[in-house]
């Protein structure tokens, strides 16, 4: 069984940076992908990056987020720069798609985190 743990999320202005975390925990073999989600209130979850061998990014952050991963710790990063308020949501961390030329989409990843909260403030 895989375990995903979030942390990093709190409140910010518009403007400003956080850094997420994801420590993985649980046995696991082989190169898989992980990815960060987010969801906000009434939304449905979106993705905003994946990692493999490269990195791919939504649009809607692509030049401000910047993920990576500690293959050694066992964890996924997500380091978020020039905050806006839309990127308020709760991020969510995700590993093992099944098809990586979905992996934007929500319901082909197998293991998610409990998930961390992002507020930007104007």
């Known amino acids: 069984q895989v375990r995903l743990e979030e942390s990093g999320g709190g409140s910010v202005q518009s403007g400003g940076s956080l850094k997420l975390s994801c420590v993985q925990s649980g046995y696991t073999a082989g190169r898989y992908s992980m990815a960060w989600f987010r969801q906000a209130p009434g939304n449905q979850r979106e993705a905003v990056a994946v990692?493999?061998?490269?990195?791919l990014y939504a649009d809607s952050v692509k030049g401000r987020f910047t993920i990576s991963r500690d293959t050694a710790k066992k964890t996924l990063y997500l380091q978020m720069d020039s905050l806006k308020p839309e990127d308020t949501a709760t991020y969510y961390c995700a590993s093992h798609v099944r098809e990586f030329a979905s992996w934007f989409r929500a319901d082909e990843w197998s293991y998610w985190g409990q998930g961390t909260q992002v507020t930007v403030s104007s």
């Open positions: 990692i493999d061998l490269g990195a």
